[in-house]
């Protein structure tokens, strides 16, 4: 067990929606990570969030945003949901804002547009 | 700029026998590496780390990997592969300390194990 918690585990929705990922960080981990894993692309960055501030962004479509609250944890927002979206998101957290140290993965959410 | 590359899509290899996952890099800073596995339906985990300490860097589950720096180089070894081991492996190159800087994961590679 890693220590980071993502609800829900599976998300079957339809093309146009709007859904909500969360995340909770290990105890005392300021860094929240997002990814995106698919067969054709692979497992892309999507955006970074220290202690509550963006820090890096990745691929990330305008149509997904994040943000990390005071209590550190996060969601992902994904809207206009088209069939591509399909995918496992996964979220990591690390103690650092930098990138030298190891990140802690939790078991991602499957995301089933239909 | 950064960048990785994991030479083989698919390693498929014998119980018992030596495993070796290859992975190469290109990075403008000074680079930490690392190895990270993916069972089936489970999330990623880090099995080592190369920060420019030791060249060679053991792991978990008896992996280890070289840092080879003339040849932008840091491959997966296992001396006898096991059937847990079957997984994807992703190799992974990071740099600086800046709020621009970003985790750069390779293609990844799945690893079979023949019994």
């Known amino acids: 067990d890693s220590g980071v918690t993502q609800t829900p585990k599976h998300l079957i929705t339809a093309t146009g929606q709007r859904v909500t990922l969360r995340c909770s960080p290990r105890?005392?981990?300021?860094?929240v990570y997002w990814y995106q894993q698919s067969l054709d692309q692979g497992l892309q960055f999507l955006i970074h969030?220290?202690?509550?501030?963006?820090?890096a962004k990745g691929n990330i479509l305008e149509r997904f945003s994040a943000q990390q609250f005071p209590d550190l944890h996060s969601e992902l927002n994904l809207s206009s949901l088209e069939l591509g979206d399909s995918a496992l998101y996964f979220c990591?957290?690390?103690?650092?804002?930098?990138?030298?140290?190891?990140?802690?993965f939790g078991s991602g959410t499957q995301l089933s547009v239909l | 700029a950064q960048s990785v590359t994991q030479l083989d899509s698919h390693v498929s290899v014998s119980e018992g026998t030596p495993v070796l996952l290859r992975c190469n890099y290109s990075?403008?800073?000074?680079?930490?590496l690392f190895w990270y596995v993916q069972h089936p339906n489970k999330g990623l985990q880090l099995l080592l780390k190369?920060?420019?300490?030791?060249?060679l860097v053991k792991g978990i589950n008896g992996f280890e990997a070289e840092f080879k720096k003339s040849e932008t180089s840091f491959h997966l070894t296992k001396p006898s592969a096991h059937m847990s081991d079957a997984a994807e492996y992703f190799c992974?190159?990071?740099?600086?300390?800046?709020?621009?800087?970003?985790?750069?994961f390779g293609s990844g590679t799945r690893l079979s194990i023949r019994p």
């Open positions: 969030y220290y202690n509550g501030e963006e820090r």
């Open positions: 990591a957290s690390s103690p650092d804002p930098g990138t030298n140290e190891k990140l802690f």
């Open positions: 990075s403008s800073y000074s680079p930490s």
């Open positions: 190369y920060t420019s300490a030791a060249t």
């Open positions: 992974v190159v990071s740099g600086g300390y800046s709020s621009a800087s970003k985790i750069i």
């Open positions: 105890s005392g981990d300021l860094s």
